[in-house]
């Protein structure tokens, strides 16, 4: 249907009805689509920020069980390692260690979490994208159809697909069917 690029090329009665069709069809899905044309835009750019924001976050988490027993809330888990007297309330040393590891995976766990979110924002993101593209195509079938609207000229009056005898059909107007 797309392929017609030939000079001498008429559309026939048929493909201005299909196309008139494929009208009524896509013409609210590409306003829909370029009436947020504007904030598609904006989002782009937040969720690109948004993005980096959650990359940057999940990276430092990551970086941060190296620096924790240097860092004022968490100096304690440290002091807690070191210290014999903790050993002794305890079962043991072994015990305080797995605290302090687990403690360190929860905090790694979180920034796998951060950069996990940054990865889906991007991919939500690509699929807005891919959608604006899919409005700018759907934007060349629609001047495609109305270039044949507009060789073809008015539109004919519809022939009913249910009509078994010519009696049924409207000859009146530009479309006459003769009966031999």
Do not use: W
């Not at 048929?14 to 899905?29: N, V």
């Not at 860092?71 to 305890?90: M, N, Q, S, W």
């Not at 360190?104 to 959608?131: D, T, Y």
């Amino acid at each position: 249907m797309f392929g017609f690029n030939k000079p001498n090329y008429q559309p026939t009665e048929l493909q201005a009805r299909e196309a008139h069709q494929m009208l009524e069809t896509i013409s609210p899905l590409i306003n829909k689509l370029y009436a947020s044309a504007t904030l598609h835009v904006l989002r782009v750019g937040l969720n690109k920020f948004v993005e980096i924001l959650f990359y940057i976050i999940g990276i430092a988490i990551l970086a941060f069980p190296f620096i924790m027993e240097r860092t004022f809330p968490f100096h304690v888990l440290g002091d807690i390692i070191d210290k014999r007297e903790f050993a002794h309330i305890t079962s043991g040393k072994g015990d305080i260690e797995l605290f302090a590891l687990a403690v360190k995976g929860l905090v790694v766990g979180i920034g796998l979490l951060f950069i996990a979110i940054g990865m889906m924002i991007r991919k939500a993101g690509i699929r807005k994208s891919l959608l604006q593209s899919t409005g700018k195509e759907l934007k060349k079938v629609e001047a495609y159809f109305k270039g044949i609207q507009e060789k073809f000229g008015p539109l004919p009056t519809p022939i009913p697909t249910s009509a078994h005898n010519l009696n049924d059909i409207n000859t009146e107007g530009p479309t006459t069917i003769k009966a031999s």
